[in-house]
């Protein structure tokens, strides 16, 4: 009888138990660095590595190697040949652009992935490019959102929250964002100011084991081939040495020959493809576009709390759009630099200093490679704002945050009308 | 009071039968008292129908609780109709009670299935999930009462055999003597250790056809190919045809694999459900097809659609021919099949083309037989019948229905008439 149990359940518990083994210990390797996968990882792009934290803190973890976080949306993925990974690879800067963003992410996703990154942050740099467009007046992010979250951001950020203001407001908006979050629970006591119980947090930890150990399996089965198809061939495009003036050229050169086939300086792919017969209808369609009062202002004040509460050294950047594309579609220019203002002032009032400011440059050729995404020249200004920030020491940032800028005032303040360094 | 339930249900987080790894670590769990109590002989019945409770009713909590109301109502009614044709069956027995007693059991189905139609696909607020096979149970007993080989039923019996926890969403469809006669005895410790046996392999292999197989053929390869086809559009296009084999392999290994977890927890339970499946894909002809899928809803078709509709044909003489009577049975019998799957288009073209098929198969099958007599008296040998000819008819029934569950997938609808570029 004993024997006809242990035949049926035996195989049942040794595989149970295998799996558990499995999960709790994970890969034997998961602690060693490999230059190659963080160099691929670090350019892939993929919603796996930008959800999860596994390469993501592989990468940053690197003693040997410097990777930044850059934090965005999709204009990472215009890889040119002027691209800052490609920059950062032909002149074989002393560190390497991480790459985090996609499109349709915005501040709160950057929010809950700096949450996983958090011990990797702590006193280091990072590049923050922060689009206009972001900041809409409708919370159209849901679905993008929902896209790009994942249950390690929600464990890292239960794990890191120690119930303040920001916190509490975080939990606040994932719960709006994403009613059905996972450990929705948990977050709910955030947003309602009470503390996780020991119970809660030994739940939390051991999640976060499994979790983690999983992620470790397989978060590098796909990381995909940009390293190899889009940064390596770009590379050999490149003069050597760094020359301003060559690269110049070679940008202008190789932006005339890829905007032919309209006359907004779009790259003719992209105008055939993206634009192609919606092209008639969209003459003056962004008239109403208005970026200067959102809830996005609330959502970035998320990210430089965070960012100040790991003492990141961070640089912002401020992209203009196509000015010819957006004389075509009406958006409006007041409105952009007011919201620029906006941005601008949130940081600065706060010690965040270090802003590339290239909000009215959307004018010079060959600057956007489309209707609001800097492309060759664009990433060479990019560049001669970024690289001296990261190559040299920098000194250590003081900053000295404001709350209030979580706040309905904040997100409904009108810059157009009221001078932005009223607010206080 | 009312509102403070409501809330309460929507407080509860709700769970789909087998729909996770938690469900599974739950149930079982609490399913370790009954499989030990039986292993030592008894059943534990209260227990038993106390964890079947709590199952039942997490999955209408949440945002779904009313149709927790809905299943209660449902039950209520069901139970009156079946006691009180019970009652009458005793002393009298006619056909217009009869029928209208099969009519007000069907009733509740009937409103949810028309609601959709005629109401811009909104659902009824009558249905919930499981009222097509909490309705096949009911019906069957009226049928077996009015045929006379269902006598006794009782309340408990009937309530437990209703809300049978491990089957009440999808099925298999149980019959109400076999089920009783499991529930009224305990099966001796051998049966049981055999039963434990299946139990725990058909978990496993429902895991690996509904998790790793259903989620390969429906997700992985089902939604780029879907979108490809929308995006090339017209009328037929090389990814519909994927679409078609990923669909029919996703509808086969997601519902063969949930009918395997519900076996599988009815037999931990002492319940010898039917089996649902029996590689359907292997089978020669069309005939053979629907013996191997969803078996038990298709004898149960068989058993109170196909052969009471035979059974009124022949008895009022309708058609001389009897070929004539049994197409005309099987065509009714899929077209009703359809019906009950929903008021659509496509769901009604699929009955009728599977009935037509066995109108086919059946007319082949005579044809064969004149033809290899004819043979045999002018001295020659039988058409061949070896194993190419096997596989010929298993390639042929296999293709026939892929294209049916093509159309059965709703998808053409799509790519015909609601293809928005």
Known sequence: ????????????????????????????DKHKHNLPLEEQAA????????????????????????????????????????HPAVLARAYHRNYQPFLLGQKGAEALTQYFGMQQIMKNMHHKQAVFFVSPQWFTKADQQSAAFQFYFSKDQALAFLQNQTGTYADRYAAKRLLATYP????????????????LSATDLNYIRFNTTVHRNEDAFFSRINVGDNLKKRVIPKVKELPQPYNAERLDAKAVQLGQAQTRNNRFGILDNFFTNRIGSSFPSLRNAQAHFNYTQSAEYSDFQLDLTQLAKTHTNVIFVIPPVNSKWAKYTGLNENM???SVRKIKYQLTSQGFKNIVDLSRRGNEPYFMEDTIHLGWRGWLAFDQGVAPFLEHKQPAPMYHLNNHFISHDWNNFDPINNDVNTFK | MMQGLIQWLQSIPNWQPYGEPKYFAWLLAFLIPIVVAMFFGRRLKIYQSLVSLGFIVVMYTGASYHQLFALVAYVVWQTIIVFAYHAYRKEHDTFPVFAGAVFLAILPLIFVKVTPAINDGNNSLLGFLGISYLTFRSVAMIMEMRDGVLKEIKLSTFLRFMLFMPTISSGPIDRYRRFEEDYDNVPDREEYLNLIEKAVWYLMLGFFYKYVLAYFFGTILLVPLKAQALAIGGFLNWPTIGVMYAYGFDLFFDFAGYSMFAVAISYLMGIKIPMNFNQPFKSPNI????????????????DFVFMRIVFVLVKNKIFKNRNVTSSVAYILNMLIMGF????????IAYGLLHGLAMVVNDAWIRKKKKVNKERRLAGKG??????????????????FVMITFLLFSGFLDQLWFHNIK
């Open chain 1, 1 to 28: 009888m004993l024997k006809r149990l242990a035949l049926i359940f035996g195989p049942v518990i040794a595989a149970l138990a295998l799996v558990l083994v499995v999960l709790f210990i994970g890969p034997l």
């Open chain 1, 43 to 82: 350019v892939s792009l993929s919603p796996t590595v930008f959800r999860q934290s596994y390469l993501k803190n592989m990468a940053l973890s690197d003693e040997d190697h410097r990777f930044v976080p850059f934090f965005g949306s999709s204009e990472w993925n215009r890889m040119d040949a002027f």
């Open chain 1, 180 to 195: 059905n979050v996972p450990y929705a629970d948990l977050i709910q006591k955030v947003a309602d100011g009470n503390k």
């Open chain 1, 336 to 338: 952009y630099q007011a």
């Open chain 2, 287 to 302: 005939k053979d097809f629907w013996n191997r899928w969803h078996i038990s809803l298709s004898f149960w078709f068989r």
């Open chain 2, 340 to 347: 009950w799957h929903g008021e659509y288009w496509y769901y």
């Open chain 2, 382 to 399: 039988p058409l061949p019948s070896n194993k190419w000819t096997k596989a010929l008819g298993i390639v042929v029934t296999f293709q």
